[in-house]
């Protein structure tokens, strides 16, 4: 139920039937393999949670491999809170800085996911509850990165399309940069275009697996064809990457994932070079800062996508194997000091963002009626 000193409503039950909205396909198994999956398991550093109380944070990320949201927090009694929601395949994930709304990429549509408690008000123990509120449908663009710029357009990595892109009220996206060795705008994912940082609001770099012009061109370049890209002079500044992701601005300087190594670094931007601070023992992909710290999400490596990288060889030399999970790094010293960890139905992740002041995030999904039957309305009008 949601509660305060001023509102309450009837509590509605979590796991009610429901119908999935004709507009949001859902993921399931068969129910033949529903047995073989192995179920999910979730662990942390000793200190994790200590640490997410003193920041006063919660942790949102995704999970396209498995079809999930995952929410990140504390309950009453300091304790590791998790909560999940199925999307259809969701990627790119952005969050507003007082944490109140979520962007989500899935397959072939972008949702717009907004708290609807107020300070004070809880949902089942929860501080936040997000809802969908609005879907745009773009078809399957195979978008990865997403954000919000300065004037609060939704800004996105349109991969398939080799493109930087905006929603559009009458089509799929509108197009605003493509790397210039990009001949023409083609659903062909040719350099496989994946990450966008902002600099002041504005989209300013770019990270691509390759330079290639010919469908699936990206596919042979991952050991060392990997590059970073500055939009606002259409340049290549970085290249001989790995399968770069998520590059990110934070504190004056552009960090980025070298993945095919999983390196987690920054781009001295004089050089034209990638400096790694700490190797982590994963496919990194999923990039967030707070503080003195940069969190930094891992995958285990699957089919041939990711097979035959350094990065093998690289745990294999450290007598390891990869792991799923969220790593925290120090950016003073590049230790990693605290640690979330996921086995079992979850091997790989891909967005992760901060949520300030949250302590318990929860969402409203697709599969049950709340969605349906959770009613709430602005501030009501003075009626005569």
């Given at each position: ?58 942790l949102a990320f995704t999970t396209y491999q498995s079809n999930r949201l995952f929410l990140v927090g504390l309950n009453g009694q300091g304790q590791l809170a998790t909560f999940e929601r199925l999307f259809d395949r969701p990627m790119g994930l952005a969050a507003s800085p007082d944490g109140n709304r979520l962007y989500l990429s899935t397959r072939y549509q972008i949702w717009r996911l907004e708290n609807v408690l107020d300070p004070g008000q809880h949902y089942k123990e929860g501080d936040r ?256």
């Open positions: 139920m949601i509660s305060s000193d001023f509102a309450s409503s009837p509590s509605l039950p979590s796991q009610s039937p429901g119908v999935p909205t004709p507009f949001l396909p859902q993921p399931s198994l068969d129910p033949a393999l529903a047995s073989s999956v192995p179920p999910l398991s979730i662990s942390c550093s000793r200190q994790f949670t200590q640490w997410l109380g003193e920041q006063s944070i919660s509850l997000y809802v969908p509120r609005q879907g745009f449908i773009t078809g399957d663009l195979d978008t990865h990165d997403l954000t919000i710029d300065h004037q609060g357009n939704v800004i996105f990595m349109n991969t398939a399309n080799n493109c930087l892109a905006t929603l559009s009220n009458r089509h799929s996206f509108r197009p605003l940069w493509f790397p210039p060795f990009i001949s023409k705008l083609a659903a062909e994912d040719r350099c496989h275009l994946n990450g966008l940082a902002l600099v002041e609001g504005q989209p300013r770099y770019a990270s691509a697996v390759s330079q290639s012009d010919i469908i699936d061109g990206w596919r042979e370049q991952r050991q060392t064809g990997g590059c970073i890209l500055d939009i606002a002079t259409n340049q290549v500044i970085a290249t001989g990457l790995s399968m770069p992701h998520s590059p990110r601005w934070y504190r004056d300087r552009l960090w980025v994932l070298n993945s095919g190594l999983g390196e987690f670094g920054f781009i001295d931007l004089d050089q034209g070079k990638f400096q790694p601070l700490t190797f982590c023992p994963g496919y990194v992909r999923g990039l967030a800062f707070w503080g003195d710290y940069g969190l930094v999400g891992l995958s285990k490596p699957r089919d041939q996508t990711f097979a035959g990288l350094a990065l093998d060889d690289r745990l294999t030399a450290k007598n390891t194997t990869a792991r799923c999970g969220i790593y925290v790094i120090d950016l003073r010293s590049g230790d990693i000091v605290h640690w979330l960890q996921m086995e079992g139905v979850v091997t790989e992740l891909y967005d992760v963002q901060v949520l300030p002041g949250v302590k318990r995030p929860t969402a409203l999904g697709f599969r049950s009626n709340e969605i349906a039957q959770l009613i709430t309305s602005d501030p009501a009008l003075n009626f005569i």
